[in-house]
T-cell receptor, first 111, second 108 residues
Framework: EPEVTQTPSHQVTQMGQEVILRCVPISNHLYFYWYRQILGQKVEFLVSFYNNEISEKSEIFDDQFSVERPDGSNFTLKIRSTKLEDSAMYFC?????????FGPGTRLTVT | AQRVTQPEKLLSVFKGAPVELKCNYSYSGSPELFWYVQYSRQRLQLLLRHISRESIKGFTADLNKGETSFHLKKPFAQEEDSAMYYCAPPNRDDKIIFGKGTRLHILP
């Protein structure tokens, strides 16, 4: 069964550095999402993406965040200048007809 | 506005005992609800959607419009059911708004 994949599984970075989290959605899906989960808290929606543009973004998704689909397979989340409070699990999801399928997540640790 | 609440943060149940994870909704229009599960160190995955009326891993959930509830039930808990469970509204507005979830802990 096809799955959403994410790399890396764990990323450690220093405050102020740029990070790029990568996702490979399921191949025939057209809708893409990023969510995050700060340790001990609920999963929060960040952004949705369709037809090469952002469909919706949350208040969390400020100017420090950006998403891109640079080729036919990858979907990336970039954080320009990381802050300590960006430490979280970041989940990518993709959707075909109805259901969102989630990736295993990338744990981002900002020191 | 659509809203779901899961009143229990943690639910501990003995193996073999019945399980009921509560979810109440506040909706305008006809609700369509899902249950997601996150096992330890695994990805979030869809467990049930109410319109399919199916049973997955022994779990069922019935939409009760009178009580505005969509409780998740299983008659006999198994140790592998230990996980975080999230009741969530559908992909309206093309995003999932997760609640705080309920951690189910199955005691041996």
């Amino acid at each position: 069964e096809p799955e959403v994949t994410q790399t890396p599984s764990h990323q450690v970075t220093q405050m102020g550095q740029e990070v790029i989290l990568r996702c490979v959605p399921i191949s025939n899906h057209l809708y893409f999402y990023w969510y995050r989960q700060i340790l001990g808290q609920k999963v929060e929606f960040l952004v949705s993406f369709y037809n090469n543009e952002i469909s919706e973004k949350s208040e969390i998704f400020d100017d420090q965040f950006s998403v891109e689909r640079p080729d036919g397979s990858n979907f990336t989340l970039k954080i320009r200048s990381t802050k300590l409070e960006d430490s979280a699990m970041y989940f990518c999801a993709s959707r075909g007809d109805r259901e969102q399928y989630f990736g295993p997540g990338t744990r981002l640790t900002v020191t | 506005a659509q809203r779901v609440t899961q009143p229990e943060k943690l639910l501990s149940v003995f193996k073999g005992a019945p399980v009921e994870l509560k979810c109440n909704y506040s909706y305008s229009g006809s609700p369509e609800l899902f249950w997601y599960v996150q096992y330890s160190r695994q990805r979030l995955q869809l467990l049930l959607r109410h319109i399919s009326r199916e049973s997955i891993k022994g779990f069922t959930a019935d939409l009760n419009k009178g009580e505005t509830s969509f409780h998740l039930k299983k008659p006999f808990a198994q140790e592998e059911d230990s996980a975080m469970y999230y009741c969530a509204p559908p992909n309206r507005d093309d995003k999932i708004i997760f609640g705080k979830g309920t951690r189910l802990h199955i005691l041996p």
